[in-house]
DNA sequence: GTCTATAAAAGGATAGAC
DNA sequence: GTCTATCCTTTTATAGAC
Protein backbone atom coordinates (compact mmCIF):
# COMPACT_ATOMS: atom_id res chain seq x y z
CA UNK A 1 0.00 0.00 0.00
CA UNK A 2 1.29 3.36 -1.22
CA UNK A 3 0.99 6.32 0.95
CA UNK A 4 -0.69 9.49 -0.56
CA UNK A 5 2.03 11.77 -1.57
CA UNK A 6 1.14 15.68 0.05
CA UNK A 7 0.24 16.55 -4.29
CA UNK A 8 -2.62 13.52 -3.94
CA UNK A 9 -3.53 14.75 -0.61
CA UNK A 10 -4.10 18.63 -1.46
CA UNK A 11 -6.39 17.11 -4.09
CA UNK A 12 -8.14 14.95 -2.18
CA UNK A 13 -9.16 17.54 0.37
CA UNK A 14 -9.64 20.27 -2.56
CA UNK A 15 -11.93 17.75 -4.46
CA UNK A 16 -13.97 17.59 -1.36
CA UNK A 17 -14.27 21.31 -0.07
CA UNK A 18 -14.67 22.67 -3.63
CA UNK A 19 -18.16 20.12 -3.84
CA UNK A 20 -19.24 21.22 -0.52
CA UNK A 21 -18.51 24.86 -0.91
CA UNK A 22 -17.99 25.62 -3.98
CA UNK A 23 -14.90 27.41 -5.48
CA UNK A 24 -15.24 30.68 -3.36
CA UNK A 25 -16.83 29.56 -0.44
CA UNK A 26 -13.57 27.18 0.18
CA UNK A 27 -10.48 28.52 1.34
CA UNK A 28 -6.46 27.24 0.84
CA UNK A 29 -6.05 26.98 4.23
CA UNK A 30 -9.34 24.78 4.65
CA UNK A 31 -7.79 22.51 2.28
CA UNK A 32 -4.09 22.31 3.35
CA UNK A 33 -5.43 22.05 6.72
CA UNK A 34 -7.96 19.25 5.78
CA UNK A 35 -5.04 17.63 3.77
CA UNK A 36 -3.01 17.52 6.85
CA UNK A 37 -0.59 19.76 4.83
CA UNK A 38 0.58 22.94 5.06
CA UNK A 39 -0.17 26.47 3.03
CA UNK A 40 2.16 26.66 0.73
CA UNK A 41 1.88 23.11 -0.81
CA UNK A 42 -0.93 24.72 -3.01
CA UNK A 43 1.23 27.38 -4.42
CA UNK A 44 4.25 25.26 -4.81
CA UNK A 45 2.42 22.13 -6.55
CA UNK A 46 -0.14 23.58 -7.99
CA UNK A 47 0.79 27.33 -8.73
CA UNK A 48 -2.39 29.01 -7.26
CA UNK A 49 -5.76 28.35 -6.05
CA UNK A 50 -6.99 28.38 -9.72
CA UNK A 51 -4.86 25.91 -10.64
CA UNK A 52 -5.88 23.86 -8.31
CA UNK A 53 -9.03 24.29 -9.23
CA UNK A 54 -8.48 23.42 -12.77
CA UNK A 55 -6.26 20.08 -11.42
CA UNK A 56 -9.05 18.47 -9.24
CA UNK A 57 -11.77 19.10 -12.29
CA UNK A 58 -9.25 17.37 -14.85
CA UNK A 59 -9.04 14.41 -12.22
CA UNK A 60 -12.92 14.50 -12.40
CA UNK A 61 -13.91 15.18 -15.72
CA UNK A 62 -11.46 13.01 -17.72
CA UNK A 63 -12.39 9.48 -16.97
CA UNK A 64 -16.20 10.57 -17.71
CA UNK A 65 -15.17 11.94 -21.18
CA UNK A 66 -13.15 8.60 -21.78
CA UNK A 67 -16.16 6.88 -21.17
CA UNK A 68 -18.29 8.45 -23.25
CA UNK A 69 -16.27 8.38 -26.05
CA UNK A 70 -15.67 4.83 -25.93
CA UNK A 71 -19.64 4.21 -25.75
CA UNK A 72 -20.42 6.19 -28.64
CA UNK A 73 -17.71 3.99 -30.31
CA UNK A 74 -19.18 0.93 -29.06
CA UNK A 75 -22.89 2.12 -30.72
CA UNK A 76 -21.59 3.82 -33.71
CA UNK A 77 -19.93 0.28 -34.36
CA UNK A 78 -22.90 -1.89 -33.84
CA UNK A 79 -25.01 0.75 -36.00
CA UNK A 80 -23.87 3.60 -38.25
CA UNK A 81 -27.31 5.32 -37.94
CA UNK A 82 -28.40 4.37 -34.39
CA UNK A 83 -31.26 5.45 -32.34
CA UNK A 84 -31.70 7.98 -30.29
CA UNK A 85 -32.03 5.73 -27.11
CA UNK A 86 -28.39 4.86 -27.70
CA UNK A 87 -27.06 7.82 -27.99
CA UNK A 88 -28.54 8.55 -24.20
CA UNK A 89 -27.43 5.98 -23.21
CA UNK A 90 -23.24 6.33 -24.35
CA UNK A 91 -24.06 9.82 -23.09
CA UNK A 92 -25.90 9.75 -19.71
CA UNK A 93 -24.54 6.06 -19.09
CA UNK A 94 -21.05 7.26 -17.77
CA UNK A 95 -22.45 10.13 -15.96
CA UNK A 96 -23.81 7.29 -13.45
CA UNK A 97 -21.53 4.69 -14.14
CA UNK A 98 -18.25 7.09 -13.29
CA UNK A 99 -20.42 8.31 -10.31
CA UNK A 100 -22.55 6.33 -8.64
CA UNK A 101 -24.69 8.09 -6.42
CA UNK A 102 -24.52 4.94 -3.47
CA UNK A 103 -20.78 5.86 -3.60
CA UNK A 104 -19.59 8.49 -1.71
CA UNK A 105 -16.89 9.59 -3.79
CA UNK A 106 -19.62 9.38 -6.73
CA UNK A 107 -21.83 11.88 -5.18
CA UNK A 108 -19.11 14.67 -4.27
CA UNK A 109 -18.05 14.41 -7.98
CA UNK A 110 -21.52 14.83 -8.85
CA UNK A 111 -21.92 18.56 -6.69
CA UNK A 112 -18.31 19.24 -7.81
CA UNK A 113 -19.51 19.18 -11.46
CA UNK A 114 -22.62 20.89 -9.94
CA UNK A 115 -20.47 23.49 -8.42
CA UNK A 116 -18.62 24.40 -11.71
CA UNK A 117 -21.48 24.44 -14.21
CA UNK A 118 -23.45 27.01 -11.40
CA UNK A 119 -20.09 29.06 -11.13
CA UNK A 120 -20.68 32.18 -12.96
CA UNK A 121 -16.81 33.26 -13.19
CA UNK A 122 -15.92 33.13 -16.87
CA UNK A 123 -12.87 31.51 -15.04
CA UNK A 124 -14.99 28.15 -14.25
CA UNK A 125 -15.96 27.59 -18.42
CA UNK A 126 -12.06 26.73 -18.87
CA UNK A 127 -12.03 24.26 -16.07
CA UNK A 128 -14.12 22.15 -17.76
CA UNK A 129 -11.71 21.68 -20.06
CA UNK A 130 -11.36 20.76 -24.04
CA UNK A 131 -12.28 16.98 -23.44
CA UNK A 132 -15.58 18.05 -22.53
CA UNK A 133 -15.94 20.15 -25.72
CA UNK A 134 -15.11 17.55 -28.23
CA UNK A 135 -17.57 14.88 -26.60
CA UNK A 136 -20.53 17.76 -26.75
CA UNK A 137 -19.63 18.33 -30.62
CA UNK A 138 -19.23 14.53 -31.19
CA UNK A 139 -22.69 13.86 -29.77
CA UNK A 140 -24.28 16.67 -31.17
CA UNK A 141 -23.24 15.59 -34.27
CA UNK A 142 -24.58 12.26 -33.84
CA UNK A 143 -27.84 13.68 -32.61
CA UNK A 144 -28.23 15.72 -35.39
CA UNK A 145 -28.15 12.50 -37.66
CA UNK A 146 -30.63 11.29 -35.41
CA UNK A 147 -32.81 14.23 -35.61
CA UNK A 148 -32.99 15.03 -38.62
CA UNK A 149 -36.06 17.27 -38.29
CA UNK A 150 -34.59 19.46 -35.63
CA UNK A 151 -32.67 22.74 -36.31
CA UNK A 152 -29.61 22.85 -34.99
CA UNK A 153 -30.77 25.93 -31.78
CA UNK A 154 -33.41 23.26 -30.43
CA UNK A 155 -31.11 20.46 -31.32
CA UNK A 156 -28.99 22.92 -28.65
CA UNK A 157 -31.25 23.68 -26.57
CA UNK A 158 -32.05 19.81 -25.73
CA UNK A 159 -28.05 19.60 -25.86
CA UNK A 160 -28.45 21.65 -22.78
CA UNK A 161 -31.83 19.87 -20.99
CA UNK A 162 -29.36 16.59 -21.19
CA UNK A 163 -26.99 18.19 -19.06
CA UNK A 164 -29.24 20.17 -16.85
CA UNK A 165 -30.66 17.09 -15.91
CA UNK A 166 -28.09 14.77 -15.53
CA UNK A 167 -25.55 17.96 -13.40
CA UNK A 168 -28.61 18.92 -11.15
CA UNK A 169 -29.27 14.74 -10.25
CA UNK A 170 -28.31 13.88 -6.96
CA UNK A 171 -27.63 17.21 -6.10
CA UNK A 172 -30.27 18.66 -3.51
CA UNK A 173 -31.15 22.13 -5.35
CA UNK A 174 -33.90 22.51 -2.55
CA UNK A 175 -34.93 21.06 0.50
CA UNK A 176 -36.24 17.82 -0.19
CA UNK A 177 -40.17 18.38 -0.07
CA UNK A 178 -40.52 15.31 1.89
CA UNK A 179 -37.73 12.68 4.02
CA UNK A 180 -38.08 9.36 1.54
CA UNK A 181 -37.87 11.73 -1.47
CA UNK A 182 -34.57 12.27 -1.63
CA UNK A 183 -32.74 11.53 -4.52
CA UNK A 184 -32.81 8.02 -6.41
CA UNK A 185 -29.87 5.51 -5.78
CA UNK A 186 -27.56 4.16 -8.23
CA UNK A 187 -29.22 2.27 -11.09
CA UNK A 188 -32.47 3.35 -10.26
CA UNK A 189 -31.85 7.11 -10.84
CA UNK A 190 -29.61 5.60 -13.60
CA UNK A 191 -33.22 4.32 -15.35
CA UNK A 192 -35.14 7.40 -14.44
CA UNK A 193 -32.89 9.66 -16.48
CA UNK A 194 -32.91 7.51 -19.70
CA UNK A 195 -36.28 7.49 -19.38
CA UNK A 196 -37.00 10.47 -18.95
CA UNK A 197 -34.21 12.04 -21.38
CA UNK A 198 -35.11 9.79 -23.94
CA UNK A 199 -38.52 10.78 -24.05
CA UNK A 200 -37.41 14.41 -23.99
CA UNK A 201 -35.20 14.01 -27.00
CA UNK A 202 -37.43 11.74 -29.21
CA UNK A 203 -39.96 14.58 -29.14
CA UNK A 204 -40.81 15.99 -32.45
CA UNK A 205 -39.35 19.38 -33.79
CA UNK A 206 -41.54 22.29 -32.54
CA UNK A 207 -39.11 24.83 -34.02
CA UNK A 208 -41.40 26.89 -35.98
CA UNK A 209 -44.39 25.07 -36.43
CA UNK A 210 -47.38 26.34 -34.08
CA UNK B 1 -41.53 59.97 -13.04
CA UNK B 2 -40.49 59.38 -9.73
CA UNK B 3 -36.73 59.05 -9.14
CA UNK B 4 -35.55 55.81 -7.50
CA UNK B 5 -34.99 55.65 -3.94
CA UNK B 6 -31.62 54.15 -2.45
CA UNK B 7 -33.19 51.36 -0.76
CA UNK B 8 -34.30 50.52 -4.87
CA UNK B 9 -31.00 51.55 -6.39
CA UNK B 10 -28.90 49.29 -3.73
CA UNK B 11 -31.85 46.68 -4.75
CA UNK B 12 -30.98 46.86 -8.73
CA UNK B 13 -27.61 47.11 -8.23
CA UNK B 14 -27.38 43.81 -6.13
CA UNK B 15 -29.62 42.13 -8.40
CA UNK B 16 -27.48 42.72 -11.41
CA UNK B 17 -24.46 41.88 -9.85
CA UNK B 18 -25.57 38.50 -8.01
CA UNK B 19 -26.84 37.12 -11.08
CA UNK B 20 -23.55 38.00 -12.86
CA UNK B 21 -20.71 37.23 -10.02
CA UNK B 22 -22.96 35.10 -7.56
CA UNK B 23 -23.09 35.99 -4.00
CA UNK B 24 -20.06 35.14 -2.89
CA UNK B 25 -18.32 36.80 -6.04
CA UNK B 26 -19.83 40.15 -5.11
CA UNK B 27 -18.73 42.74 -2.66
CA UNK B 28 -21.15 44.98 -0.72
CA UNK B 29 -18.61 47.80 -1.88
CA UNK B 30 -19.41 46.93 -5.50
CA UNK B 31 -23.32 46.99 -5.08
CA UNK B 32 -23.13 50.52 -3.15
CA UNK B 33 -20.09 51.96 -5.75
CA UNK B 34 -22.80 51.04 -8.77
CA UNK B 35 -25.93 51.98 -6.95
CA UNK B 36 -24.42 55.31 -6.35
CA UNK B 37 -24.85 54.97 -2.76
CA UNK B 38 -22.81 54.84 0.46
CA UNK B 39 -21.70 51.52 1.69
CA UNK B 40 -23.42 51.59 5.08
CA UNK B 41 -26.78 52.00 3.09
CA UNK B 42 -26.71 48.28 3.26
CA UNK B 43 -26.39 47.58 6.96
CA UNK B 44 -28.97 50.41 7.37
CA UNK B 45 -31.68 49.36 4.78
CA UNK B 46 -31.03 45.72 4.96
CA UNK B 47 -29.27 44.48 7.69
CA UNK B 48 -26.62 43.14 6.10
CA UNK B 49 -25.07 41.75 3.05
CA UNK B 50 -26.79 37.39 3.64
CA UNK B 51 -30.34 40.26 4.00
CA UNK B 52 -29.87 42.35 1.19
CA UNK B 53 -29.78 38.82 -1.04
CA UNK B 54 -32.79 37.91 0.50
CA UNK B 55 -34.41 40.75 -0.39
CA UNK B 56 -33.25 40.13 -3.73
CA UNK B 57 -34.40 36.94 -4.09
CA UNK B 58 -37.67 37.64 -2.72
CA UNK B 59 -38.66 40.31 -5.42
CA UNK B 60 -37.15 38.35 -8.26
CA UNK B 61 -39.08 34.97 -7.33
CA UNK B 62 -42.55 36.42 -5.76
CA UNK B 63 -44.02 37.40 -9.53
CA UNK B 64 -42.89 33.91 -10.83
CA UNK B 65 -44.74 32.13 -8.22
CA UNK B 66 -47.91 33.87 -7.56
CA UNK B 67 -48.70 33.84 -11.71
CA UNK B 68 -47.55 29.56 -11.08
CA UNK B 69 -50.44 29.79 -8.92
CA UNK B 70 -52.84 31.78 -11.14
CA UNK B 71 -52.00 29.61 -14.31
CA UNK B 72 -52.57 26.27 -12.18
CA UNK B 73 -55.77 27.50 -10.85
CA UNK B 74 -57.25 28.31 -14.10
CA UNK B 75 -55.93 25.00 -15.32
CA UNK B 76 -57.76 23.11 -12.87
CA UNK B 77 -61.07 25.10 -13.26
CA UNK B 78 -61.06 23.97 -16.57
CA UNK B 79 -60.47 20.44 -15.78
CA UNK B 80 -60.37 18.86 -12.68
CA UNK B 81 -58.01 16.03 -14.14
CA UNK B 82 -55.86 17.70 -16.15
CA UNK B 83 -53.12 16.44 -18.41
CA UNK B 84 -49.57 16.60 -18.78
CA UNK B 85 -49.35 19.41 -21.13
CA UNK B 86 -51.39 21.70 -19.37
CA UNK B 87 -49.59 20.95 -15.93
CA UNK B 88 -46.11 21.64 -17.63
CA UNK B 89 -47.28 24.79 -19.31
CA UNK B 90 -48.44 25.89 -16.12
CA UNK B 91 -45.02 25.44 -14.30
CA UNK B 92 -42.91 26.23 -16.95
CA UNK B 93 -44.98 28.79 -18.75
CA UNK B 94 -44.67 31.86 -16.29
CA UNK B 95 -40.99 30.99 -16.19
CA UNK B 96 -40.74 32.40 -19.68
CA UNK B 97 -42.88 34.88 -19.85
CA UNK B 98 -41.63 36.84 -16.26
CA UNK B 99 -38.20 36.44 -17.59
CA UNK B 100 -38.72 36.60 -21.24
CA UNK B 101 -34.76 36.20 -22.82
CA UNK B 102 -34.74 38.76 -25.55
CA UNK B 103 -35.10 41.26 -22.22
CA UNK B 104 -32.02 42.33 -20.13
CA UNK B 105 -33.95 41.96 -17.03
CA UNK B 106 -35.48 38.60 -18.13
CA UNK B 107 -31.90 37.75 -18.45
CA UNK B 108 -30.77 39.11 -15.51
CA UNK B 109 -33.50 38.02 -13.32
CA UNK B 110 -32.86 34.33 -15.05
CA UNK B 111 -29.19 34.34 -14.30
CA UNK B 112 -29.76 34.79 -10.94
CA UNK B 113 -32.26 32.02 -10.11
CA UNK B 114 -29.27 29.36 -11.53
CA UNK B 115 -26.88 31.36 -8.75
CA UNK B 116 -28.92 30.63 -6.21
CA UNK B 117 -29.83 27.53 -7.12
CA UNK B 118 -26.47 26.59 -7.96
CA UNK B 119 -25.27 28.06 -4.35
CA UNK B 120 -23.60 25.40 -2.34
CA UNK B 121 -24.59 27.36 0.86
CA UNK B 122 -26.97 26.47 3.34
CA UNK B 123 -28.43 29.56 3.51
CA UNK B 124 -29.09 29.95 -0.01
CA UNK B 125 -31.85 27.56 0.30
CA UNK B 126 -34.20 29.94 2.48
CA UNK B 127 -33.18 32.53 -0.13
CA UNK B 128 -35.51 30.74 -2.74
CA UNK B 129 -38.18 30.83 0.39
CA UNK B 130 -41.78 29.21 0.87
CA UNK B 131 -43.17 30.61 -1.95
CA UNK B 132 -41.28 28.42 -4.57
CA UNK B 133 -41.90 25.61 -1.68
CA UNK B 134 -45.72 25.75 -1.79
CA UNK B 135 -45.79 25.98 -5.53
CA UNK B 136 -43.61 22.70 -5.96
CA UNK B 137 -45.81 21.12 -3.68
CA UNK B 138 -49.07 21.62 -5.55
CA UNK B 139 -47.42 20.76 -8.35
CA UNK B 140 -46.21 17.72 -7.37
CA UNK B 141 -49.60 16.82 -5.93
CA UNK B 142 -51.52 17.24 -9.79
CA UNK B 143 -48.78 15.28 -11.85
CA UNK B 144 -49.15 12.66 -9.17
CA UNK B 145 -53.26 12.52 -10.21
CA UNK B 146 -51.99 12.86 -13.85
CA UNK B 147 -49.36 10.34 -13.29
CA UNK B 148 -50.72 7.64 -11.30
CA UNK B 149 -48.68 5.04 -12.29
CA UNK B 150 -45.63 7.30 -11.26
CA UNK B 151 -43.92 5.97 -7.75
CA UNK B 152 -43.13 9.64 -5.70
CA UNK B 153 -39.55 9.36 -6.34
CA UNK B 154 -39.60 8.52 -8.93
CA UNK B 155 -41.88 11.77 -9.81
CA UNK B 156 -39.32 14.39 -7.58
CA UNK B 157 -36.88 12.97 -10.08
CA UNK B 158 -38.98 14.49 -13.24
CA UNK B 159 -39.80 17.74 -11.09
CA UNK B 160 -36.16 18.11 -10.39
CA UNK B 161 -35.59 17.76 -14.16
CA UNK B 162 -38.27 20.52 -15.13
CA UNK B 163 -36.51 23.11 -12.65
CA UNK B 164 -33.38 21.77 -14.03
CA UNK B 165 -33.70 22.13 -17.99
CA UNK B 166 -36.04 25.44 -16.56
CA UNK B 167 -32.63 27.25 -14.72
CA UNK B 168 -30.10 26.51 -17.06
CA UNK B 169 -31.91 27.32 -20.23
CA UNK B 170 -30.61 30.68 -21.35
CA UNK B 171 -28.05 30.29 -19.11
CA UNK B 172 -24.82 29.74 -20.88
CA UNK B 173 -23.30 26.86 -19.02
CA UNK B 174 -20.26 26.11 -21.54
CA UNK B 175 -18.63 28.08 -24.57
CA UNK B 176 -21.42 28.28 -27.47
CA UNK B 177 -20.68 25.40 -29.50
CA UNK B 178 -20.80 27.67 -32.53
CA UNK B 179 -21.77 31.55 -32.39
CA UNK B 180 -25.27 30.79 -33.86
CA UNK B 181 -26.18 28.09 -31.75
CA UNK B 182 -26.95 30.92 -28.57
CA UNK B 183 -29.94 30.88 -26.72
CA UNK B 184 -33.41 30.80 -28.25
CA UNK B 185 -35.03 34.25 -28.13
CA UNK B 186 -38.38 34.77 -26.01
CA UNK B 187 -41.02 32.57 -27.45
CA UNK B 188 -39.24 30.34 -29.08
CA UNK B 189 -37.09 28.78 -26.59
CA UNK B 190 -40.70 28.81 -24.23
CA UNK B 191 -41.90 26.67 -27.18
CA UNK B 192 -38.85 24.32 -27.16
CA UNK B 193 -39.22 23.68 -23.46
CA UNK B 194 -42.86 22.80 -23.16
CA UNK B 195 -42.01 20.28 -25.96
CA UNK B 196 -39.58 18.84 -24.58
CA UNK B 197 -40.53 18.81 -21.08
CA UNK B 198 -44.01 17.33 -22.00
CA UNK B 199 -42.69 14.80 -23.50
CA UNK B 200 -40.26 13.98 -21.00
CA UNK B 201 -42.91 14.29 -18.29
CA UNK B 202 -44.96 11.74 -20.43
CA UNK B 203 -42.75 8.58 -20.28
CA UNK B 204 -44.27 5.67 -19.01
CA UNK B 205 -42.95 4.99 -15.89
CA UNK B 206 -39.66 2.84 -15.42
CA UNK B 207 -39.08 2.90 -11.57
CA UNK B 208 -38.91 -0.65 -10.75
CA UNK B 209 -39.75 -2.69 -14.10
CA UNK B 210 -37.08 -3.89 -16.37
C1' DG C 1 9.77 19.45 -0.82
C1' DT C 2 8.22 21.39 3.33
C1' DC C 3 7.90 24.81 6.67
C1' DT C 4 7.37 29.70 9.22
C1' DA C 5 6.39 34.23 8.88
C1' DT C 6 4.55 37.96 6.75
C1' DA C 7 3.19 40.87 3.23
C1' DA C 8 -0.71 43.16 0.90
C1' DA C 9 -5.22 43.41 -0.13
C1' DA C 10 -10.17 42.85 0.35
C1' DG C 11 -13.92 41.68 2.88
C1' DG C 12 -18.21 42.68 6.22
C1' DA C 13 -19.67 45.35 9.77
C1' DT C 14 -20.33 49.44 12.80
C1' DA C 15 -19.76 53.80 15.63
C1' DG C 16 -20.92 58.25 15.51
C1' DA C 17 -21.22 62.89 13.12
C1' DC C 18 -24.45 65.30 10.33
C1' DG D 1 -31.44 58.64 5.98
C1' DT D 2 -26.84 59.37 4.66
C1' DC D 3 -22.06 59.89 5.24
C1' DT D 4 -16.93 59.27 6.90
C1' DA D 5 -13.69 56.77 9.12
C1' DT D 6 -12.19 52.78 11.05
C1' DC D 7 -12.07 48.11 13.19
C1' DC D 8 -11.32 43.46 12.73
C1' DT D 9 -11.21 39.29 10.23
C1' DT D 10 -10.01 36.54 6.44
C1' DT D 11 -7.99 35.91 2.19
C1' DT D 12 -4.21 34.70 -1.43
C1' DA D 13 0.38 34.78 -2.36
C1' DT D 14 5.34 34.84 -1.48
C1' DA D 15 9.99 35.31 0.59
C1' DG D 16 13.30 32.77 2.60
C1' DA D 17 15.00 29.31 6.25
C1' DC D 18 15.55 24.41 6.63
Given amino acids: MVLPDTRTKVLDAAERLFAENGYRGTSVRAI ?19 GLMA ?9 ITTAQHARLDEVLVRDADPGIAD ?23 SRLIMAILGDPAEEARSWAGQDEAAVRERFLSAFAR ?30 RPTPNCSAGAGEEAKRWALTFLTAAMSAPARGTVR
Avoid at 55 to 63: D, F, G, H, L, T
Avoid at 91 to 107: I, K, W
Avoid at 147 to 171: Q, S, Y
Wanted: hydrophobic share 50%.
Fill in 32 to 50: TNLAGANLAAVAYHFGSKA
Fill in 55 to 63: AVARRVIEP
Fill in 87 to 109: LVEAFVGPLYDEMPAHDAGGARR
Fill in 146 to 175: ALPGLAAPELWFRMRGILAVTAVDRVEVHH
